[in-house]
């Protein structure tokens, strides 16, 4: 990680990707655990199975995480100032995700020096788990 300078990122920066998986049931459990989000949809494959799933997913908000991890692996946590992002697609246990991005616009806004990073979470087929946008502040 590390503390970026505004006049040291271009308008295609890219993000080092951050591979993680494959993503195992006992990793929803764990992350179940974490966040206190007990939905048997994340935890009990016949439940989920019962209700229409294919079997476990995983949590929404896991996802999120490791992006915020890919993230805060190239940027100083402190630098963000914003992280936004949309649920695209389910996520079940034996995928890999990929987390990329890059810089997508600069500029000076109230007298803040504010970069805006396009960021995705994908499987290693393609298809969009999360996409967003992060904003970090620069000197």
């Known amino acids: 990680m ?4 505004f ?6 920066t890219m993000i080092p990707p951050l591979k993680v998986g494959p993503i195992e049931h006992m990793d929803l459990v764990r992350y179940s655990g974490a966040s206190g989000d007990f939905n048997p949809i994340h935890t009990d494959p016949e439940f989920a199975k019962s209700v229409g ?11 999120m995480a490791l992006m ?14 914003a992280f936004d992002v949309k649920f695209k697609n389910i996520t079940r246990p034996g ?16 007298g803040l020096k504010l970069v805006y990073l396009e960021v995705d979470a994908k499987n290693e087929t393609g298809e969009i788990k999360v996409s967003g946008e992060v904003v970090i502040r620069c000197t």
């Open 7 to 12: 006049d040291e990122l271009t308008s295609e």
């Open 68 to 81: 915020g991890r890919f993230t805060t692996n190239w940027v100083h946590p402190e630098q963000i100032h």
């Open 53 to 63: 799933l294919p079997g476990t997913i995983a949590h929404g908000m896991y996802i």
């Open 2 to 5: 590390k503390n970026y300078q």
């Open 95 to 110: 995928e890999t995700i990929i987390c990329s991005g890059k810089v997508k616009k600069k500029k000076v806004e109230n």
